[in-house]
């Protein structure tokens, strides 16, 4: 029995060195294949086992990153996810670039000048690229956190335009007057952007008009009100209203309140009103006053000069 314990003992230690020494010892030698240049410390050394782990931490970087881009965008919607390839290519290229100089310090090369030129480089790029950065940015936030739609009325230096088109560093929207306007996903994070559409597709609309003072208020509100009724393109309910405003300088000034869907065509809802109110008025002999100013004239006697009567009597 102890001879038998003995026999396998032995088997094992030789099976361990056959495999150690022949089996493994051979890849070792396999993989330390490959160029080397000089001497010492200063010898570079490229070897197959080098570019093996090159490939495999390849391979691993661009499988991990497409994981996180299908795990991050998976609720997003198809459109919203082709955004974001450029974004998790970018990243890729960065990993690549910095595996090639780990690869090449593990080689042997001297990669100091290499960092030190490449961080000046990064620095001026990050400078001059700044606000392309910032748009990237904006444009992620945007897409992620849903703040603006395609088609949503939104108001941008004094322009309303309807978006019809969200880029990761671009948004495109069209204005009034069949424009196209050009807005950097980073003014809606750094400046106020009025988005009328946010919350709802309603928005409420006026529009605004003086009377001669001694005019008939009450049938100037039934005017109004009857127009806003009958008009094309105003909701029903909430049901539109007048505002008596205030007392102005040359009329009294009214107010028509009403709510529509469609704000970005209401310029053309409220031109209609404008001619429909003129007529009605004319009818009613309400008049729209033109502003009116009170100019007091004084009449007052020549100046003289008393030293100038005296020298006269002399």
């Given at each position: 029995m102890v001879k038998v314990l003995i026999m396998i003992q032995d088997t094992q230690s030789k099976v361990e060195e056959i495999i150690e020494e022949d089996i493994w010892g051979g890849i070792k030698e396999f993989l330390n294949l490959g160029l080397r240049y000089g001497e010492g410390e200063n010898s570079i050394n490229?070897?197959?086992g080098l570019l093996l782990l090159v490939t495999v931490v390849f391979l691993l970087t661009g499988f991990v990153l497409k994981w996180l881009r299908i795990l991050l965008t998976q609720r997003m919607e198809a459109e919203d996810k082709l955004k974001f390839i450029s974004v998790f290519k970018f990243i890729r290229y960065v990993v690549y670039m910095v595996v090639i100089l780990l690869t090449m310090s593990a080689a042997g090369i001297d990669i100091t000048l290499l960092l030190t030129a490449s961080a000046a480089l990064f620095v001026g790029l990050g400078l001059a690229l700044q606000e392309l950065f910032q748009d990237v940015i904006g444009g992620i936030f945007i897409i992620i956190d849903k703040s603006l739609h395609v088609g949503d009325i939104i108001e941008v230096d004094n322009k309303v335009g309807k978006v019809f088109e969200i880029k990761l560093r671009t948004t495109r929207a069209i204005t009034r007057d069949d424009k196209v306007i050009i807005i950097p996903n980073h003014k809606f994070i750094s400046d106020i952007i009025y988005n009328y559409t946010q919350n709802h597709k309603t928005?409420?609309?006026?529009?605004?008009?003086?009377?001669?003072?001694?005019?008939?208020?009450?049938?100037a509100t039934k005017i109004l009100e009857s127009i806003a009724d009958g008009q094309n393109g105003i909701l029903k309910s909430p049901k539109p209203f007048v505002i008596f405003e205030d007392f102005g300088d040359s009329a009294l000034l009214f107010s028509m309140n009403f709510y529509t869907l469609d704000s970005f065509n209401v310029p053309k809802i409220k031109s209609e009103m404008r001619y429909k109110l003129d007529a009605e008025f004319r009818k009613n002999?309400?008049?729209?006053?033109?502003?009116?100013?009170?100019?007091?004239?004084?009449?007052?006697?020549?100046?003289?000069?008393s030293n100038a009567n005296n020298i006269e009597a002399k």
């Amino acid at each position: 029995m102890v001879k038998v314990l003995i026999m396998i003992q032995d088997t094992q230690s030789k099976v361990e060195e056959i495999i150690e020494e022949d089996i493994w010892g051979g890849i070792k030698e396999f993989l330390n294949l490959g160029l080397r240049y000089g001497e010492g410390e200063n010898s570079i050394n490229i070897t197959i086992g080098l570019l093996l782990l090159v490939t495999v931490v390849f391979l691993l970087t661009g499988f991990v990153l497409k994981w996180l881009r299908i795990l991050l965008t998976q609720r997003m919607e198809a459109e919203d996810k082709l955004k974001f390839i450029s974004v998790f290519k970018f990243i890729r290229y960065v990993v690549y670039m910095v595996v090639i100089l780990l690869t090449m310090s593990a080689a042997g090369i001297d990669i100091t000048l290499l960092l030190t030129a490449s961080a000046a480089l990064f620095v001026g790029l990050g400078l001059a690229l700044q606000e392309l950065f910032q748009d990237v940015i904006g444009g992620i936030f945007i897409i992620i956190d849903k703040s603006l739609h395609v088609g949503d009325i939104i108001e941008v230096d004094n322009k309303v335009g309807k978006v019809f088109e969200i880029k990761l560093r671009t948004t495109r929207a069209i204005t009034r007057d069949d424009k196209v306007i050009i807005i950097p996903n980073h003014k809606f994070i750094s400046d106020i952007i009025y988005n009328y559409t946010q919350n709802h597709k309603t928005t409420r609309e006026q529009v605004k008009i003086g009377i001669a003072y001694g005019s008939d208020v009450v049938m100037a509100t039934k005017i109004l009100e009857s127009i806003a009724d009958g008009q094309n393109g105003i909701l029903k309910s909430p049901k539109p209203f007048v505002i008596f405003e205030d007392f102005g300088d040359s009329a009294l000034l009214f107010s028509m309140n009403f709510y529509t869907l469609d704000s970005f065509n209401v310029p053309k809802i409220k031109s209609e009103m404008r001619y429909k109110l003129d007529a009605e008025f004319r009818k009613n002999n309400i008049s729209i006053p033109f502003p009116q100013r009170d100019i007091h004239i004084i009449h007052q006697k020549p100046f003289q000069d008393s030293n100038a009567n005296n020298i006269e009597a002399k």
